[in-house]
């Protein structure tokens, strides 16, 4: 074992990380389980406070929120049968029966344990799996890396549109975003028509809070003017789990863990597919499958299990390659980056404590998660009650404020509220934002790897193909984007036959 | 018609200046604005700097990072602001690369300067399983193979393509020249994409202690302690020395009373045992000098990136003589 495991292990150990992952914990639970604020909308909240802080502490700070808010997600699934956060969606298909029956306390403590155990499982994957791949990404070349992130733009548009040519569409405005500023090999200005501000580009995060935060205000404004109420919370008694409960769980966690840390690492599957994909494969092996959809603990522990084991799938092409498998992973970079810590295999070699930190802070917020969900549980439902009048505004002022911070520029807060303008806009088109915003986190790299391999070869197009780990990659991407296409053309035609 | 504009401004900040020298005296009066241009190490050393130098002056500096352009969009803001001394700017080598390239429609004598803390060489380096063992090695098969060898640096106009373009220009060697960032310069190193890299000091030593590349030659005038064996530019016969520094700037016109406050604040700063301590951590050369003596540095080391930049073709300064 490298010196760099214990050294890590000690990092993410000292109080004020601990702090930080606690403090990340309860916010991610508050803001997971809030309707209308999924997990960016509340590392968005956060963020401008982890611009001061040191860098562990701040990515501490962050994972505690990621993996809180996978769990927060359900409570309001189970309570209200509406889900906090989108991966929470198949947890209310049979958390909400239970808590109807008067079982909310059972059905939470079912909720938090099989988040517990999925999280735990995607730790263990994280920490075997990670090293590994960055050696073996060590060896990849420019050309190499070029394809592997043309395979995750493809496999990012494919699973997160529900129609190919939008996702695509939204991609390429995310790749013709990244191009403004100066370009990264001659330092050229791009699009920036004379104005120096544009001439660092316009950052990803500036673009992720317009784009996120601001549509969502809007709903959520509009929800008020209309005045829709989720009603009142049911009265919770013990959320401790029973060991009966505990037995039944084994079966649908042993399904459910693998299957989330697995989508985790695909680029652009994440929490909600892997969710669905898992509540469906533990009721096909089920002893008792009619119990499913009424209220079984099986069923709020399936779906519960895999999205939180998505996490810690989703931290390893992160860590290890610096792809972004969703939003969030895709602010950790960001975050990472504007402390000077560039993700990728490289991340293990130099800064192996600092690596071997986060993976051990990953740990630390899944203990977190469990203890602070189970004992303050019946305090944090409260947070549902507080008026979305007094929570939005609210909101709004934090993302003017999280994207001045970002680089104390106010010409950022007028390109956040184009963006959000945009996003908007996307919104009315049934546009997923997702690509776009993943197109910007790929888009520079893809940029610098391609004319990097075209100097280093001299203008010769051949290297992308015989290179083996480039084919390799470029054949995914062209399997990707073909599975896709057949996807669509396949749904479309079972709509065909329902009408 | 500019130029009218200039004296008017400049008799009224002469004016202003008699009537609050008096006010002066009492300077700073209120929080300084620390503006920080990049992330990374830059920031954490600038933060570092800004907290000592409020000790010193009895009032807070206020770490402000505005990243972007290669510097241009903090040393604009700096240039812009108000020649009271309560905005100060955190330099770096960039003032005279992103200004001669153009970036930015004014050079390094736009604003005014107050001094350098530290400073780092900048090595040329080649993976330890390297054939060559000297620069000359690299340079005579670079010179007998044009073409060929690739070297990696960070960015066109960057301090280390100048140093790059330096060392490969005076040993007649015609490189591949890949525009490459930070961490995948060394990256490259280990999987053989490029055959050298010139690269910042200290990140790669820890590469050369580990046994996984090594120097051959570096930029400064003098070894460097860090690595003693590694000979420098100028031993080697080619005519170059060349540093990356950090410093502090301010906007022209700033009183000369100010400016020595400032002067005493940094260099105690520099000097403080958080900040010495993580310079000796990290090999930077913690190098405090006064306003005088950077001024002369400045002096040489733009017209030495001005000769470079000419012989390469990328001088592009928009600076109005």
Redesign the interface.
Known sequence: MSPDVLDGFFRATQYDTIFAVAVGCLVGLIVGMIPGLTISTGIIIVLPLT?VLEPEISIALLLGLYVSGMTGGSFSAILLNIPGTPSATATAIDGNPMAKGGEAGRALGIAITASFVGGLFSFLCLFFISPILADVA?????PDLFSLMIFGLTIICSFAAKSLVKGLLAAVIGLAVVTI??D????T?RFTFGQ??L???IHFLTALIGLFAIPQLVDNFADIIKGTDEGNTTKIKSVFPKIADLKQMRLPVAIGSPIGSFLGILPGAGGPIAAFISYDYSKKLSKNPEEYGNGSPQGIAAPESANNAVTGGALIPMMTLGIPGDPVTAILIAAL????L?P????F??NGEFAYGVIFSFFWANIFNIIIALVGLRFLVKVLIIPKTLLMPSIAILCVIGSYAL???FFDVYVMFSFGLLGIIMRWLDMPTVPLLLAMVLGRQIE?YL??SL??S?NDITIFFTSPFSLFFLCLAAASVFWSFWAEHRSKQEQKQQT | MLDLKHVFMGTVAAALMMVSSQAQAEWPEKSIEFIIPFGGGADVEGRMIAKAMSKELGQPVVPVSKIGGGGAIAYTHVKNSKPDGYTVGWNSTSILTTTNIGNVPFDYTALDHIGQVAQQPVPFVVSAKARWNTLKEFMDECKAKPNTLKIAFAGFGSATHMAGVAMTNAMGCKPIMLPVKGADRRKMILSGETDAAVDIFFVPLKMVKAGKSKFLAISSGKRNPAAPNVPTAKELGIDMEFDLFRGLSVAKGTPQAIKDKLEAAMIKAASSKKFSGRMKKLKITLAPMGQKQFAAKLKKANANIVSIMKKAGMYQAKAKK
């Open positions: 611009f060590l060896q990849f070349k420019s500023g100066q990264p090999m001659m330092g200005q120096v501000n001439t660092a580009g980056l504007i402390h000077g560039i990728g295999p490289l991340l070699v130099e680089r104390n520029n610098e004319r990097v100097i280093a001299k």
